[in-house]
Nanobody, 125 residues
């Protein structure tokens, strides 16, 4: 069974950093656009960042530009989200997802083939 497993979430103070990992099992991420999404309590799921499968093109939501960086290591079948200068409004469950689509269809339209189970990120003093 295809699986995406997120890790690296936790509690961090405002201004701190976390690195989330998304590891795939039973399929290779090489041919997929990978996206990070988040969902805060009472809100819809939003696309945070996506990375293409071939040329490394990326997309970032305006709310995280300059603070978050997405990267992928195809040899390790893993995608990362480095989150710096975290704010309380970044608090949410973060999900990774894989799709055969484009950066736009994945991050904006949320057309996804596979979802991970999510990892909680809490930014609080």
């Amino acid at each position: 069974q295809v699986q995406l497993v997120e890790s690296g979430g936790g509690l961090v103070q405002p201004g701190g950093s976390l690195r989330l990992s998304c590891a795939a099992s039973r399929f290779t991420l090489d041919y997929y656009v990978i996206g990070w999404f988040r969902q805060a309590p009472g809100k819809g799921r939003e696309g945070v960042s996506c990375i293409s499968h071939n040329n490394g093109s990326t997309y970032y939501a305006d709310s995280v530009k300059g603070r978050f960086t997405i990267s992928r290591d195809n040899a390790k079948n893993t995608v990362y989200l480095q989150m710096n200068s975290l704010k309380p409004e970044d608090t949410a469950v973060y999900y990774c997802a894989a799709s055969r689509g484009t950066l736009f269809s994945v991050c904006v339209l949320k057309v996804v083939n596979y979802w991970g189970q999510g990892t909680q990120v809490t930014v609080s003093s």
